[in-house]
């Protein structure tokens, strides 16, 4: 034992790298006092925690700005290619203790305030989320910009400053309520507003064909509106502090010479309802995941900022390059996130063509290889499609161009592909044809974009078999896969600090960049000593969260359960009510037979419900009336708890993550893209209790099946099923305890008075056909929960696979996934600032 002590605190002597800011504890504290008095207008005295916050922000941001001004001028000194990446959403979480461990100043920091009399993790609890997304497509875009600022790429990331960002979720007996998010009610200390680069946005209006000097032809757009964006930037600081790259987020204005036509004809009241208009269009993030909403205010959101983001890029490119439009797709690659900013293609055409008088094949031979496009979905009810008569109203001149995209796309290539086959036009058509015509903006992007890739191995085989079976066969080397991966700064570093320390202790300096390096610590999976110490810091984790979960929810829990969780969007397909079932099999059995053998596990929940998705609430209030009652029913002695955490997001995941002994992954095979929640719980040392789905997949052949539950149908035995003729009422009849689980629903003994209000599970189960199989896996899931049961008991057994899951997460380092991107897709390289 004393030798391996010995080696390992050599590791972690030997190669303490040097840092970028060797600031000392001392001048960290005049930094944050001198920005108490300046900034803030107060003193150390009278100083509240919100101060002492916005202080510690301030100091830091002197850090994060002085590396920004640098990376800036090293990228425009070099002229240097850049990746963009245009996303709806970018699920931020808190920024000041990540940029305090990107900028390697945490420690010192702490210090700081610890000397100051204040504690660093309150001084960070003061910081609202910057909720700026849904869930896993929000959450990657924010691991990818800090993945491409740590590696050293000239990025920019282009999205919306939403003045509400995801809705705050509240439970009134049982019920998800929806609050406005209010991230900016008393400011951010990390943004800062550049009007300068204020740009105008067209809207509305018709489209006239007239004749230039030179008798040729062209489209001269006339809004019926215009309105403004103003940027605000977000300093995005890599691990190490060297790059610092910028996240650039549009809000909407009325334009200033719009309004002066209304309030000049005597309309003041009018000027002020066009105002809220223009306001509205950064007003609120939509709440909806996987579904199409097809609103209007949503297709001006997507123009809005994808109109603002091009007309920024092009600014750029021509304070440089100026009309040597040739190299535009040499500096400029543009990643599209899902086909929500799909209308960015259309618009750079309309520039080009309208506004700089390319032709069309110079345009579109630019425009093609300028674009990229990442699918996150393969549900058809998640398949962007707008109405071309809402098109037309909204972006008159983009529908044409879009007409005409079309139209050379069908008659040149697929008809020189398939001659004379209409089947296979009316498919690949981005005009679906109907009793509304839609436009497809899926296929959109696939005809405009280079490269297309799915989030995991599977799910990209799967949009090439199924999704876009015909464009792969066309363009054979246009779709690939890029799976997805998390940034293990934030996930397991500021996370995770009692596992961090450890780490380093055992492998050195240098797994927050190069992930691969915790496979060293395989060597010590059986290494009782190093097995204790894995288990005291996941049991100390637990008791941390168990006094949150004491706070936020009034539950009493114990670290010695296993602490089992399904934190992620509430979905069908997601399958938490598969969970539920399970929760109540088990509560059954206890019920039944006292003595009923199982290792006590506390159930946690972590969702939000789109809050048109009528099920989906259903199901949160399913969940909260089984643990009221479940958590109040003293026959079964504690050994059954139920959790729901409300208002689930990324500082509430970095609470619960470090925690995990059980990561649920149970989505309908075929169904999850990728998944990144089950990434980031088996980083953190969770089994992955999971269906062959999405990147659970690749989770499970990096750390073999001795080190993970895997149960269930795969895509295969799903598609066998439901090409059989799928009936749930035979597993229903077929297995008496579902049946009386099912039936337990119907009744009141979980509301009390109120019989049949937990029935609509039942009913889409039954009646609604149990789209998404839940029956059927319902038999080998709790076959797999025994497995896991039986797993934990054996506590040696247990230590060494969550060793085994911390050490083979390599490969789902974000960092990764970058160099996938830049190497296959962007063609990208690094610049030294
Ligand atoms: C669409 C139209 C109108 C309003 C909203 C939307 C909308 C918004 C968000 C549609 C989808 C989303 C988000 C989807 C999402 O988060 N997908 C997840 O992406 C992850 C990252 O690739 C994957 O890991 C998950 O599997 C996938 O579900």
Request: charged letters at 25%; hydrophobic letters at 40%.
């Given at each position: ?238 691990f190490g502090g060297k790059t610092v790259n910028i996240l650039r987020l549009w809000e909407s204005r009325a334009s200033d010479f719009f309004n002066w036509d209304v309030f000049n004809a005597g309309g003041y009241v009018d000027a ?219 996930w397991l570093k500021a996370c995770n600090p009692r596992l961090a320390a450890a780490l380093t202790e055992k492998v050195g300096y240098g797994w927050e960049t190069n992930l691969d390096k915790l496979r060293d610590l395989a060597q ?291 960092d990764r996934s970058i160099e996938d991107y830049a190497r296959d897709i962007w063609y990208l390289t690094k610049c030294d600032v």
């Amino acid at each position: 034992m004393a030798t391996k002590k010995t080696t390992t605190s050599k590791a972690t002597a030997a190669a303490a790298p040097a840092k970028l800011f060797d600031l000392s504890v001392e001048e960290l504290k005049s930094s944050i006092v001198k920005h108490l008095h300046s900034t803030l207008g107060t003193d150390e005295n009278k100083a509240n925690k919100r101060a002492w916050w916005n202080a510690t922000c301030a100091a830091t941001k002197e850090l994060a700005f002085e590396r920004l001004r640098q990376t800036q001028k090293t990228h425009y000194t070099q002229d240097t290619r850049a990746i963009h990446y245009l996303s709806l959403e970018f699920l931020m979480g808190r920024l000041l203790s990540n940029n305090l461990h990107n900028l390697e100043v945490f420690e010192p920091a702490a210090q700081a305030l610890k000397e100051l009399g204040m504690d660093i993790n309150d001084v960070c609890d003061e910081e609202p989320d910057m909720a700026l997304g849904n869930g896993g497509l929000g959450r990657l875009a924010a691991c990818f910009i800090d993945s491409l600022a740590t590696l050293g790429y000239p990025a920019i990331g282009y999205g919306i400053h939403y003045e509400h960002g995801l809705f705050r979720q509240e439970f009134q007996d049982g019920r998800q309520i929806e609050r406005p998010d209010e991230w900016r009610e008393y400011g951010n200390p990390w943004e800062i507003c550049r009007p300068e680069s204020t740009q105008d946005v067209p809207l509305f209006g018709y489209v006239e064909t007239v004749f230039d000097e030179a008798g040729a032809l062209r489209k001269k757009w006339h809004p019926g509106r215009v309105i403004k964006g103003v940027p605000w930037d977000v300093p995005v600081v890599g691990f190490g502090g060297k790059t610092v790259n910028i996240l650039r987020l549009w809000e909407s204005r009325a334009s200033d010479f719009f309004n002066w036509d209304v309030f000049n004809a005597g309309g003041y009241v009018d000027a002020q309802v066009e105002n809220a208009e223009a306001e509205a269009v950064s007003k609120v993030l939509y709440p909806n995941d996987e579904t199409e909403a097809g609103k209007a205010l949503r297709l001006i959101q997507q123009y809005f900022f994808c109109a603002c983001s091009l007309k920024d890029i092009i600014r750029r490119f021509r304070r440089v390059h100026n009309g040597n439009w040739a190299k535009f797709p040499e500096q400029v690659v543009i990643q599209l996130n899902d086909t929500h900013p799909t209308v960015a293609i259309p618009e750079l055409m309309r520039l080009l063509i309208d506004e700089y008088q390319l032709n069309w094949d110079d345009a579109w031979g630019i425009s093609r290889r300028v674009f990229n496009y990442t699918n996150h979905t393969l549900l058809p009810e998640a398949l962007e499609k707008w109405a071309v008569h809402l098109f037309e109203r909204v972006l008159p001149r983009h529908l044409e161009i879009i007409y005409e995209i079309n139209r050379r796309f069908l008659n040149d290539e697929v008809e020189a592909k398939w001659p004379g086959n209409d089947e296979i036009k009316r498919k690949l058509s981005i005009i679906e044809e109907g009793n509304v015509r839609q436009v497809r903006m899926g296929n959109l992007c696939v005809v405009g974009s280079s490269k297309v890739n799915g989030v995991a191995q599977i799910h990209s085989d799967l949009v090439k078999r199924d999704l876009f079976p015909e464009f792969d066969q066309l363009w054979p080397t246009k779709i690939l896969n890029v799976t997805n991966g998390i940034t293990p700064r934030r996930w397991l570093k500021a996370c995770n600090p009692r596992l961090a320390a450890a780490l380093t202790e055992k492998v050195g300096y240098g797994w927050e960049t190069n992930l691969d390096k915790l496979r060293d610590l395989a060597q010590y999976a059986d290494d009782a000593e190093f097995q204790q110490e894995y288990m005291a810091i996941k049991r100390a984790n637990k008791e941390d969260l168990a006094k949150l979960v004491k706070e936020l929810t009034g539950i009493d829990i114990s670290a010695d359960a296993i602490f089992d969780v399904q934190i992620k969007r509430l979905h069908e397909y997601k399958r938490q009510h598969l969970n539920l079932l399970h929760i109540l099999a088990l509560y059954r059995r206890l019920l039944e037979n006292p003595n009923y053998d199982m290792h006590p596990r506390v159930f946690f929940f972590g969702a939000k419900a789109a809050p048109g998705y009528k099920l989906a609430k259903d199901i949160i209030y399913a969940i909260n009336k089984i643990a009221e009652r479940i958590n109040n029913d003293p026959r079964i002695k504690g050994k059954l708890k139920v959790v729901f955490m409300p208002n689930y997001r990324v500082t509430l995941a970095e609470r619960i993550i470090p925690a995990a002994d059980i990561s649920e992954q149970i989505s309908t095979a075929g169904k999850e893209a990728s998944g990144t929640g089950n990434m980031k719980m088996a980083l953190n040392g969770a089994l992955t209790m999971g269906t062959l789905d999405g990147a659970n997949i690749e989770i499970a052949e990096e750390v073999g099946d001795d080190n993970c539950v895997i149960f269930g149908l795969t895509v295969e035995q799903v598609e066998a099923i439901q090409a059989k003729g799928y009936n749930s009422w035979d597993y229903y009849y077929g297995n008496a305890e579902l049946k009386a689980i099912l039936d337990w629903l119907d009744t009141d003994f979980f509301t009390p008075g109120k019989p049949g209000e937990l029935s609509a599970i039942k009913r889409s189960l039954l009646e609604g056909g149990d789209p998404y199989l839940v029956l059927a896996d319902f038999d080998a899931y709790s076959e797999a929960h025994k497995r896991a049961d039986a797993k934990y008991r054996d506590s040696k057994g247990w230590a060494r696979s969550m060793i085994i899951n911390t050490a083979c997460m390599g490969k789902f380092n974000s960092d990764r996934s970058i160099e996938d991107y830049a190497r296959d897709i962007w063609y990208l390289t690094k610049c030294d600032v």
